[in-house]
């Protein structure tokens, strides 16, 4: 069955813009998660969506944002960027209940120039 | 919130070897530690996972054990081959749908052949 699908794969944006990258969880998976990877904090817990509401939000500012659409794909927007959010953003699907653990995509690799 | 430590940072071994990362939590609520394998260009895959309810499981090659006093929990690898070679990370959560894996920082395996 087809894995997380994450859009665009390579992403480089200038400081001041904004941002919206895309996932597609596997077939079923209603919980939708959003991480940001680099070499500095690791990764990092950014938000989780299960059937169009944000359930759980980590530490990060307002500028970075999400939403679930009915059909479960994602999108997570980072508005205002900054050189520091280069990164690695990886995306994870899952049932969306306890017992069940996610599968990750290949991430979108954002650069801030 | 959650802090996860893993050690080693780097680990080489050679092929046939065993292989030995351990990861420690703060949080006594965390009741779920899910090991990730991450190679170039990938995101993260699970291995394998443990629920506080057990103190061990196994996957063919692969065992974790956990020690909810101690708060500590490891990945074990016997008869390592050179495709095991990647960066493996550790995290942990409450066991609920809308869990925040805290990860740790990563071990960079290398299996020399």
């Known amino acids: 069955k087809a894995g997380v699908t994450q859009t665009p794969r390579y992403l480089i944006k200038t400081r001041g813009q904004q941002v919206t990258l895309s996932c597609s969880p596997i077939?079923?998976?209603?919980?939708v998660s959003w991480y940001q990877q680099t070499p500095g904090q690791g990764l990092q817990f950014l938000f989780e969506y299960f059937s169009e509401t944000q359930r759980n939000k980590g530490n990060f500012p307002g500028r970075f944002s999400g939403r679930q659409f009915s059909n479960s794909r994602s999108e997570m927007n980072v508005s205002t960027l900054e050189l520091g959010d280069s990164a690695l953003y990886l995306c994870?699907?899952?049932?969306?209940?306890?017992?069940?653990?996610?599968?990750f995509g290949s991430g979108t690799r954002l650069t801030v120039v | 919130g959650e802090n996860v430590e893993q050690h080693p940072s780097t680990l080489s071994v050679q092929e046939g070897d065993s292989a030995v990362i351990k990861c420690t939590y703060s949080?006594?609520?965390?009741?779920?530690f899910p090991w990730y394998k991450q190679e170039l260009g990938k995101g993260p895959q699970l291995i394998i996972d443990i629920r506080s309810n057990v103190g061990e499981k196994k996957d063919q090659r692969i065992a974790v054990t956990l020690n909810k006093t101690a708060k500590h929990f490891s990945l074990h690898i016997t008869e390592t081959q050179p495709e095991d070679s990647a960066v493996y990370f550790c995290?942990?959560?409450?066991?609920?749908?809308?869990?925040?894996?805290?990860f740790g920082s990563g071990t960079r395996l290398q299996v020399q052949p």
């Open positions: 949080d006594s609520a965390s009741n779920y």
């Open positions: 995290a942990a959560s409450m066991d609920t749908g809308r869990r925040a894996l805290t």
């Open positions: 994870a699907s899952s049932f969306g209940g306890p017992n069940y653990g996610y599968t």
């Open positions: 077939s079923g998976h209603r919980s």
